[in-house]
């Protein structure tokens, strides 16, 4: 029989969270110390019973630190003979970058959608808040536990809150890629109850992203095109005659030279036509000023002279718009009601 001087666990691994203490064939007596580092917490077991539980320090074994034990093993004399226990190590780190993802779409209902299916993925980071109660929720007395065996089950509950804070966010389908620290925050309240109730605390939770399904989204982004579209149709459509043109050009078909000659020719034609309704629209879209124009030789005069420049006849006020000759002193053209002055 082997006496334990001191029980302590060195950790080494990344996900363990429960690590049972390897007795063998050795006994605990009075006097054996016990050492539980920061970020952990040792608990006693015997036969399958929680018992007592220290925090991070160092520990001489007696029957004043061991209140419990010393009930179950009634030592009316107190702790005088090794006894055999099980010594469990329980991690209190915090476990980061837990991942999680909607296996299923969850159905949102918009009000300007209708019923859509969404999906969502992101990380979460926890920690064991209360140990007592997290041994006697999931892990039992098994002699380890990590964190694949219980992240399965977080994720479901991340995801079902998930649903709940979509569903009373009441934000837009549209709105929510870009409410998603929000979202982040609702999710978070809504879980960490069912954590805690486990011994868990929910430390982080993040929405990394939130995707639409496929259909909605050609549907959304042929929308948006067509709605830059509306505003530059004649543009467009010149871009795309354009475009026609010099895919005819490469292509010359069998014909050789002749179609070829052929097609350049009706593509410079077309591409000056393109070019002269461009510029008379930018004409037409300039800014037109009040002017007279001669009656005599119909030069175009900007300002107020009272005789041409060109031919030295007397000039008329025209109105810019209808081009009706107007006496001098009129306000308002008599035909179309521009105002002149």
């Not at 203490?21 to 920061?38: C, M, Q, W």
């Not at 980061?96 to 859509?116: C, E, F, M, S």
Request: glycine share 8%; charged share 20%.
């Amino acid at each position: 029989m082997g006496i334990l001087k001191n029980i302590e666990w060195i950790d080494t691994s990344s996900n363990l969270i429960i690590w049972k203490y390897p007795i063998s064939k050795d006994h605990v007596n009075k006097g054996s110390a016990l050492t539980v580092r920061e970020s952990q917490v040792a608990i006693f077991v015997d036969k399958g019973r929680l018992a007592d539980v220290f925090l991070p320090g160092f520990y001489k074994l007696d029957t004043q630190n061991l209140p419990i034990l010393t009930k179950l093993l009634s030592w009316k004399y107190g702790f005088e003979t090794p006894f055999k226990s099980d010594i469990y190590f329980v991690n209190t780190k915090q476990f980061t970058n837990q991942k999680w993802g909607t296996v299923n779409p969850i159905l949102v209902r918009d009000k300007d959608y209708g019923a859509v299916r969404v999906r969502g993925f992101g990380n979460y980071s926890f920690k064991v808040d209360d140990a007592y109660v997290f041994m006697q929720n999931l892990s039992g007395t098994n002699t380890s536990f990590e964190t694949k065996q219980i992240t399965d089950y977080l994720r479901s509950m991340v995801v079902t809150g998930i649903s709940d804070a979509i569903g009373e966010s009441k934000i837009p389908i549209l709105d929510m890629a870009g409410n998603l620290q929000e979202l982040s925050k609702i999710v978070e309240s809504k879980v960490s109850d069912d954590f805690k109730r486990i011994g868990l605390q929910l430390t982080d939770f993040v929405f990394e992203n939130f995707s639409l399904p496929e259909e909605l989204e050609k549907a959304l982004d042929k929308n948006t095109s067509l709605g830059i579209l509306r505003g530059n149709i004649d543009v467009y459509t010149q871009v795309e005659t354009l475009e026609a043109m010099k895919e005819a050009a490469k292509n010359q078909g069998t014909a050789g030279g002749t179609m070829g000659a052929g097609m350049g020719i009706g593509m410079g034609m077309g591409l000056g036509n393109i070019l002269a309704n461009n510029m008379q629209q930018m004409a037409n879209n300039q800014p037109k000023q009040n002017s007279k124009q001669c009656s005599n030789c119909s030069a175009i005069i900007s300002g107020n002279p009272k005789f041409c420049p060109e031919c030295g006849t007397a000039l008329k006020l025209v109105c810019p718009e209808c081009g009706t000759s107007v006496k001098s002193n009129a306000k308002f053209c008599p035909e179309c009601g521009r105002k002149l002055k």
